[in-house]
Antibody, heavy 121, light 108 residues
Framework: QVQLVQSGAEVKKPGASVRVSCEAS????????INWVRQATGQGLEWLGW????????GYAQKFQDRITLTRDTSSSTVYMELSGLKSEDTAVYYC???????????????WGQGTLVTVS | SYELTQPPSVSVSPGQTARITCSGD??????AYWYQQKPGQAPVLVIY???ERPSGIPERFSGFNSGTTVTLTISGVQAEDEADYHC???????????FGGGTKLTVL
């Protein structure tokens, strides 16, 4: 079955960087994009960016353009999200996700990682 | 940057119909997706491509696109439907994804 397993919780100082990993299994890694979404406590979902796992191409939300980097390691089916210049407002749960998609086989539902709490303090 | 607008909260009594709206300029051309999220859990897709329902989602959940507004309708609301609901779509060029601010559904 499809699984996205993320790395554990992080505590960082303001100004530092954090890197969160997302290991995919149960499907051909390079077939689907991986997206990153965050959610601060009591707030809505916020999309950060996507990575094409085949080409390595990326797209970032304008708000995070200067601070976020998404990379992948196809040998381990892992995507990495690095966020720099951390501020207290970056405290949130960070999710990797395979968003809904359709292909010749039909509709594929979304899959989410378990979430990684990043605390900036 | 592109935005999707949802009401912060909606309240209904059990058995009634809840309607949650999501407005955005690109919605006439881009599909909308709806997620249900309960505390401490990852979001669960309840509607895709404006009005399609994934397998396992109760028939009381439906979606409709009326142009720049999409609506999630929950008919015969049950206590277990109390949750946050988030709409999702892309900008007009499909360059990036965006979520609405989320709507808290309260079952009175």
């Amino acid at each position: 079955q499809v699984q996205l397993v993320q790395s554990g919780a992080e505590v960082k100082k303001p100004g530092a960087s954090v890197r969160v990993s997302c290991e995919a299994s149960g499907y051909t890694f390079t077939t689907y994009d991986i997206n990153w979404v965050r959610q601060a406590t009591g707030q809505g979902l916020e999309w950060l960016g996507w990575l094409n796992t085949d080409s390595g191409d990326t797209g970032y939300a304008q708000k995070f353009q200067d601070r976020i980097t998404l990379t992948r390691d196809t040998s381990s089916s892992t995507v990495y999200m690095e966020l720099s210049g951390l501020k207290s407002e970056d405290t949130a749960v960070y999710y990797c996700a395979r968003f809904p998609s359709e292909d010749s086989s039909g509709f594929w539902p979304p899959y989410w990682g378990q979430g990684t709490l990043v605390t900036v303090s | 940057s592109y935005e999707l607008t949802q009401p912060p909260s909606v309240s209904v009594s059990p058995g009634q119909t809840a309607r949650i709206t999501c407005s955005g300029d690109a919605l006439p051309k881009q599909y909308a997706y709806w997620y249900q999220q309960k505390p401490g859990q990852a979001p669960v897709l309840v509607i895709y491509k404006d009005s399609e329902r994934p397998s396992g989602i109760p028939e009381r959940f439906s979606g409709f696109n009326s142009g720049t507004t999409v609506t999630l309708t929950i008919s015969g609301v049950q206590a277990e439907d109390e949750a946050d609901y988030h709409c999702q779509s892309t900008d007009s060029t499909k360059s990036y994804w965006v979520f609405g601010g989320g709507t808290k559904l309260t079952v009175l």
